[in-house]
């Protein structure tokens, strides 16, 4: 079975720095485009980061400059470094791994997210 296991929540202060860990198993790593997403409750979920196997990346233009994402096909783990962190950052965050062919999404597959709580 596929599992997408997050870590690294937790509070910190404002301006302060957290990594994020999402290892996977049971799916073929290096075929899939992995990212982060995060939700506050009664809000739209966004698109944080995303990271190709090739390792080309992209990132919400509210944490760019601020967030890393990255990968490490060979231990199939994804990683979100957050610095600068502010109190709208305050989230749950999810790993997400979706295979692509053309013309759309053939597997999507989720973590349980790990709480990113921002505040002094």
């Known amino acids: 079975q596929v599992q997408l296991v997050e870590s690294g929540g937790g509070l910190v202060q404002p301006g302060g720095s957290l990594r994020l860990s999402c290892a996977a198993s049971g799916l073929m790593f290096s075929t899939y485009v992995m990212g982060w997403l995060r939700q506050v409750p009664g809000k739209q979920r966004e698109l944080v980061a995303t990271?190709?196997?090739?390792?080309?990346?992209n990132y919400a233009d509210s944490v760019k400059g601020r967030f890393t994402i990255s990968r490490d096909n060979a231990e199939n783990t994804v990683i979100l470094q957050m610095n600068s962190l502010k109190p709208e950052d305050t989230a749950v965050y999810s790993c997400n791994a979706r295979r692509l062919r053309n013309g759309g999404v053939t597997n999507d597959y989720w973590g349980q997210g790990t709480q990113v709580t921002v505040s002094s």
């Open positions: 990271i190709t196997s090739g390792g080309s990346t």
